[in-house]
């Protein structure tokens, strides 16, 4: 997703507080996309696009040790398990509920890896 592609590594650059505090805003944005693509969208696209970008910051996060942001997003993975989790009978109706599960658990067994 690249996106916060001048944060390459503490090599290249050091991180200040505007950063970090971007990181967190961008994890806080995901969870809201990400929900979307658990509530609203059909298909797990949405969904897949919103844990590719959580896997981006955490792994940015872990160069620099924020460690607020893996944290956050731990939470924002589990926030959309319960959310799939929750979806009633009538709102499961098309969806493909299988994928959203398998995107989710993919990403939350890789954030916790890294």
């Given at each position: 997703m690249d996106l916060h592609p001048h944060l390459q590594g503490p090599a290249y650059l050091q991180i200040?507080?505007?950063?970090?505090?971007?990181?967190?805003?961008?994890?806080?944005?995901?969870?809201?996309?990400?929900?979307?693509?658990?509530?609203?969208?059909?298909?797990?696209t949405t969904l897949v696009a919103a844990c590719r970008g959580i896997t981006e910051l955490v792994e940015i996060?872990?160069?620099y040790k924020v460690k607020t942001v893996h944290r956050q997003a731990t939470n924002t993975l589990r926030r959309f398990?319960?959310?799939?989790?929750?979806?009633?009978l009538d709102e499961r109706r098309g969806m493909d509920?299988?994928?959203?599960?398998?995107?989710?658990?993919?990403?939350?067994?890789?954030v916790q890896s890294i």
């Amino acid at each position: 997703m690249d996106l916060h592609p001048h944060l390459q590594g503490p090599a290249y650059l050091q991180i200040d507080a505007a950063d970090k505090s971007a990181l967190t805003k961008s994890v806080d944005i995901l969870d809201t996309v990400g929900i979307y693509g658990v509530e609203i969208s059909k298909r797990a696209t949405t969904l897949v696009a919103a844990c590719r970008g959580i896997t981006e910051l955490v792994e940015i996060a872990s160069w620099y040790k924020v460690k607020t942001v893996h944290r956050q997003a731990t939470n924002t993975l589990r926030r959309f398990q319960k959310a799939i989790q929750s979806l009633a009978l009538d709102e499961r109706r098309g969806m493909d509920i299988p994928a959203k599960q398998r995107t989710v658990s993919r990403t939350l067994r890789a954030v916790q890896s890294i």
